[in-house]
């Protein structure tokens, strides 16, 4: 007779220590309850899945080692400036994947859901930072199985003579199976006319593996969003296979100032009160410049890497900076 669920002690990604009590289930009308025997976090697939179709003889936990659980990554996740909207969308999967996990644990039928994404946005948007977040989100809740990220385009996946494009392409995704595979300007895979035939080989080599790996690999393709629409539009396969779409947009100006505090306060410098409109009009010539060369987050990071060099230029002749110097950056130090 198969056990009967009655009551989960633990969630996902919660660490547990041996003795300490998983879940309580029914079988021949005795509770029973099945605790840790080693330290490590738990899995929705052990614990809140296959738990509901076991037998108490085959009952078997698994608990692994994680490097951060999964409240740690979220809230990496909204400690990103801006992406509001990106942000919910996350939220929303991963509200999803929970409830899935504890319906099928209660006996309802669990639905599936692709879970390959189109990330569009100029660069610098924050594309493949949230990429690198999901992988370890999907690990904690269950959907992968080592949560790493691979990140390639199309020279990673295109080789210049014939068949070998597949092999290749085929490469780059076995390195990614259990994880997350990110290629970026994906579009550059696909001609307009479809000439391509290299490029070409190497799509129907990701959604033939896509398909045959379809519960432990997801795919992100980025790039800009025009061109990721053409690209998704001009193959069947992906079409359909790629149903999630999130948009980065361009970083406000505030968001801009913003992140280049962030980048300051990680290194213990501070901004003197004459550096605010140094830094917004350094801030307002990267919003000024055209959307898709601006760099966004990229153009601030390497803003402040100019700052902190003109800062020590500056110091440096001093003949006894005092710990005001070295801390504060000044508006001199700050251009665009």
Do not use: W
Not at 30 to 49: E, F, M, N, P, S
Not at 63 to 69: C, D, G, N, V
Not at 214 to 234: H, K, Q
Not at 238 to 255: A, G, I, Q
């Amino acid at each position: 007779m198969d056990q009967v669920v009655t009551r989960v002690f633990v969630q996902s990604g919660q660490e547990v220590v041996p003795g300490q009590d998983i879940y309580e289930y029914s079988h021949n009308g005795k509770l029973c309850t099945v605790q840790a025997h080693i330290k490590g976090r738990i899995d929705y697939d052990d614990v809140l899945v296959r738990m509901g179709a076991c037998s108490p003889g085959s009952i078997s936990i698994r608990t692994r080692a994680t490097s951060k659980p999964l409240d740690v990554l979220l809230e990496e996740l909204y400690s990103l400036v801006g992406m509001e909207s990106i942000k919910q969308d996350i939220q929303r999967q991963v509200d999803f994947l929970k409830i899935q996990a504890i319906r099928s644990a209660m006996g309802f039928p669990s639905t599936r859901l692709s879970h390959h994404m189109v990330f569009s946005g100029n660069p610098g948007t924050g594309k493949t930072t949230v990429a690198r977040i999901l992988s370890g989100i999907y690990r904690e809740i269950g959907i992968l199985s080592k949560g790493h990220l691979i990140e390639t385009d199309r020279s990673g996946l295109v080789s210049g003579f014939l068949g070998q494009t597949a092999l290749k392409t085929r490469e780059r995704l076995d390195e990614a199976l259990g994880g997350i595979l990110f290629i970026d300007e994906a579009y550059s895979l696909c001609s307009a006319n479809r000439s391509d035939s290299f490029g070409l080989e190497a799509i129907d080599t990701i959604v033939k593996y896509m398909e045959d790996n379809r519960g432990d690999l997801i795919v992100i393709v980025a790039g800009y969003e025009e061109e990721m629409r053409r690209f998704i539009a001009s193959n069947p396969g992906l079409k359909s296979r790629f149903s999630n779409f999130l948009h980065f947009p361009d970083y406000s100006l505030d968001e801009l100032q913003a992140m280049f505090n962030i980048f300051a306060a990680r290194q213990n410098y501070k901004l003197c009160a004459g550096c605010v409109a140094s830094l917004r009009k350094a801030c307002e010539a990267i919003r000024s410049s055209t959307a898709v060369t601006s760099g966004n987050g990229r153009a601030v990071r390497n803003l402040f890497e100019r700052a902190i060099i003109n800062h020590a230029s500056r110091v440096a002749r001093l003949s006894l900076p005092s710990r005001y110097d070295l801390e504060y950056l000044g508006p001199e130090d700050i251009s665009a």
